[in-house]
């Protein structure tokens, strides 16, 4: 069976939303129309990919990354993870950020879950297997 681990949205995503909003509105009220069509396109596809963005452990031991409808879903090999850090930590500004980092095929991938304990303990059980 599939575990399904939502990502936790950020407050540099919601604010984000906000300055991709406020040139959309502009847009549509100054009736620049091929301009506001471009914005509303990206409002939407950045909103959808916020909402339905997670990470899928699957009984095969792979992750699925999915972003969304408009985004190829990447799949990770857990076997086949060359670096694995489950307390990664960033800075941002004077916030300190927690995340999962993984290094597949020369790429690095963080994670940020909700319930990041839980993902890395079964990320952890999965590369061990």
């Given amino acids: 069976m599939n575990k399904i681990y939502h990502v936790k949205v950020a407050w540099n995503h919601y604010l984000f939303l906000l300055l991709l909003s406020i040139p959309t509105i502009y847009c549509v009220w100054q009736k620049h129309i091929l301009l506001s069509v471009c914005c509303t396109i990206l409002l939407i596809a950045a909103i959808e990919k916020i909402i339905h963005m997670a990470y899928i452990l699957t ?14 879903t990447k799949i990770i090999d857990l076997k086949r993870i060359s670096e694995y850090n489950p307390h990664f930590r960033v800075r941002a500004f004077i916030f300190p950020v927690r995340f999962i980092l993984l290094k597949f095929e020369d790429k690095y991938y963080y994670l940020k879950a909700e319930k990041m304990d839980d993902l890395a303990r079964e990320i952890e059980k999965e590369m061990n297997e």
Avoid: R, T
């Fill in 59 to 72: 009984p095969q031991g792979e992750l699925h990354i999915y972003s969304g409808h408009f985004i190829k």
